[in-house]
């Protein structure tokens, strides 16, 4: 057993989430999670909202509340969201915490006492016309690097650039399309370029990382400039520094405080189960953490933060780097072992875009649809390595043909057969098994090393490909041994053997989709006449802020029930009933209706 770091990107609160949010970070963690759960590894999943920053503060006035009225409204939505897609974190909490403040600000502090965060006069862009600070991601124009013409002022998405509003071309305020005007303001930057080193042998280290991913990141390390932590900002996470501290106008940047929270939620969920340092397990280099993984999940947009940014942040707070520094009272702490990004979902050929109204956002598709048909399609057919366009047409053709009349056939008709010939699970004929019984055992039985393999690299198409693979094997297997026609007497004890084998070898591949497909596992599990927990899933939980603070919803559950990664040979005897369909197959009128809805 080793200890094994989930850690998600947060989903940030000013709206709720579309489904291509959640085929980035959402669906690939958790399949990744409970796979690593069920082999056995000792998993600590967490994320929350990420609810600070000029885009809550600019939406909050635009609506006439406070920017804490709609971070509460929108955590509370993403909450309920992300419970409907069955997501087993062990905490999702939030980043208005009184304990995520604190960690921050003792990251802020050790990162300072090192060196690595330095005050330097910039300028900085102010609204003309309110007379407000414009952060960098309000500010877009052309790129002077690549000539890009939407590229933002903190960073260009196409070349990947750091840039500082000031730099661009023919800069616009995305607020109101004003030129803004330059001042002088001080803040504090991350001197990035002294870690460089640090990062670049880190980097050269990781292995098994998907290559878009480590050849974007090692490219970003040849021209790396400090980097701003703190703004002109009145939302934001105090600067915990003498003269700043009670300054009204400056708070610490969001990206630095938001990448901060896998390890605050960490600590938050420590101190909420009762054992305050058990955070260190996944975290602490110099103890029982030392041989951690952490693997980070997060969209294409938001690889520079992982791979480059929070790992300095990491490695500068331990002592590293040129400076001599030395650890904070955190200790030294764990790098990542892997940052996992996803390439972007599209929808019907175009960009998800709330404005434009081209979107479904997740609450939405939950009233319509079953999770685990949205699970399947995004693991299935989601943007693992490649940009990938979800289409209505192709989301029905994989529910009817793949879910409903592959798996949930195969869990059908060898559940009906067997209950309304035996009403029980049938022992095997004492003759033994053919040759063809033992072939179709095999396969479902190599699959836990396969599907296993792959999941474990991340490779979760081609893992619920084998999954879905056994089930065409036994479906195959069904229809040769047409165990229907053995309706003699003497035919019995045949007959219950193939039915045997087929209920055999669903229980193995409803292990094998219970990563990917939970809430139809438990219900797999149960129609073979299991009880208790199969798949455990999470809860909501209103919980007191542990510092003084308001209460919010939390989502945490108990993972220690359920299934296990290794097949488990059926109880003869055990009762069955005439199963329920465990899919709904969806009439092909869904595509013009939702194709309407799109169209307004």
């Known amino acids: 057993m080793s200890h094994v770091l989930a850690a998600v990107a947060w989903p940030y609160a000013n709206g709720p989430r579309h489904i291509g949010h959640v085929s980035g970070f959402g669906v690939p963690s958790d399949v990744f999670s409970r796979y690593m759960r069920m082999a056995g590894h000792d998993v600590l999943m967490v994320s929350g909202t990420d609810e600070h920053g000029t885009p809550i503060q600019v939406q909050a006035d635009a609506e006439g509340v406070t920017p804490r009225e709609?971070?509460?409204?929108?955590?509370?939505?993403?909450?309920?969201?992300?419970?409907?897609?069955?997501?087993?974190?062990?905490?999702?909490?939030?980043?208005?915490?009184?304990?995520?403040?604190?960690?921050?600000?003792?990251?802020?502090?050790?990162?300072?006492?090192?060196?690595?965060?330095?005050?330097?006069?910039?300028?900085?862009?102010?609204?003309?016309?309110?007379?407000?600070?414009?952060?960098?991601?309000?500010?877009?124009?052309?790129?002077?690097?690549?000539?890009?013409?939407?590229?933002?002022?903190?960073?260009?998405?196409?070349?990947?650039?750091?840039?500082?509003?000031?730099?661009?071309?023919?800069?616009?305020?995305?607020?109101?399309?004003?030129?803004?005007?330059?001042?002088?303001?001080?803040?504090?930057?991350?001197?990035?370029?002294?870690?460089?080193?640090?990062?670049?042998?880190?980097?050269?280290?990781?292995?098994?990382?998907?290559?878009?991913?480590?050849?974007?990141?090692?490219?970003?390390?040849?021209?790396?400039?400090?980097?701003?932590?703190?703004?002109?900002?009145?939302?934001?996470?105090?600067?915990?520094?003498?003269?700043?501290?009670?300054?009204?106008?400056?708070?610490?940047?969001?990206?630095?405080?938001?990448?901060?929270?896998?390890?605050?939620?960490?600590?938050?969920?420590?101190?909420?189960?009762?054992d305050p340092e058990a955070w260190r397990r996944w975290w602490s280099t110099d103890g029982e953490g030392k041989d951690a993984r952490a693997y980070y999940f997060m969209g294409k947009d938001n690889i520079v933060f992982h791979s480059v940014i929070w790992p300095a942040l990491l490695a500068g707070y331990s002592g590293e780097g040129p400076r001599d520094g030395e650890p904070g009272e955190l200790g030294r702490l764990n790098l990542p072992t892997e940052v996992v990004s996803s390439e972007y979902l599209t929808m019907e050929g175009r960009k998800f875009s709330s404005s434009r109204r081209v979107v479904i956002y997740v609450r939405d598709f939950l009233e319509r649809y079953d999770a685990d048909a949205l699970r399947y399609f995004i693991a299935a057919a989601g943007p693992e390595s490649n940009d990938t366009d979800f289409t209505w047409a192709e989301f029905l053709r994989r529910n009817n043909d793949e879910l409903v009349a592959g798996w949930g056939n195969l869990v059908n008709r060898s559940i009906s057969m067997a209950a309304k010939n035996f009403g029980a699970i049938p022992p095997v004929d004492p003759a033994g098994l053919t040759e063809a019984d033992e072939a179709l055992l095999a396969t479902a039985r190599a699959g836990f090393a396969t599907v296993g393999d792959l999941i474990g690299r991340h490779r979760q198409k081609q893992a619920i490909g084998e999954a879905m693979r056994v089930v065409a094997e036994a479906n195959r297997y069904l229809s040769e041994q047409a165990p229907w026609k053995l309706k003699d007497e003497a035919d019995k004890p045949r007959m219950g053997t193939i039915l045997h084998v087929a209920l055999q070898v669903v229980s193995d591949a409803n292990t094998l989709l219970t990563p990917f497909l939970p809430h139809s596992a438990q219900k797999v599990h149960e129609l073979l006449g299991g009880t208790g927990v199969h798949a455990p899933m999470p809860s909501i939980v209103e919980v007191e802020d542990l510092d003084g603070g308001p209460s919010y919803p939390v989502l945490m559950g108990d993972y220690t029930q359920g299934a296990r990664w290794e097949s488990v040979p059926l109880e003869v005897g055990r009762p069955l009933a005439a199963p329920k369909p465990v899919f709904r197959k969806l009439d092909p009128s869904i595509v013009d209706e939702e194709l309407a809805r799109l169209a307004g």
């Open 70 to 274: 709609l971070a509460d409204r929108y955590n509370r939505v993403i909450v309920e969201d992300l419970h409907g897609l069955g997501l087993s974190y062990d905490l999702f909490t939030r980043t208005t915490t009184r304990n995520h403040y604190a960690v921050v600000q003792e990251l802020f502090e050790g990162l300072y006492r090192n060196g690595y965060i330095v005050p330097k006069t910039t300028m900085g862009a102010i609204s003309p016309s309110t007379g407000r600070t414009l952060p960098d991601r309000y500010i877009e124009g052309t790129c002077p690097i690549c000539g890009y013409t939407s590229a933002r002022g903190d960073q260009c998405d196409n070349c990947g650039n750091q840039l500082d509003p000031i730099d661009l071309i023919d800069p616009k305020s995305k607020i109101n399309g004003e030129t803004p005007e330059f001042v002088e303001t001080e803040h504090f930057f991350l001197d990035l370029p002294a870690l460089a080193d640090v990062l670049r042998q880190w980097l050269d280290t990781r292995e098994g990382w998907r290559p878009n991913v480590l050849r974007f990141s090692k490219n970003l390390l040849d021209d790396l400039q400090p980097r701003a932590i703190t703004r002109d900002l009145e939302w934001g996470v105090p600067i915990p520094l003498e003269g700043w501290r009670d300054r009204p106008d400056k708070r610490i940047y969001v990206w630095f405080d938001a990448v901060i929270g896998y390890l605050s939620a960490s600590i938050e969920w420590a101190r909420r189960s009762g």
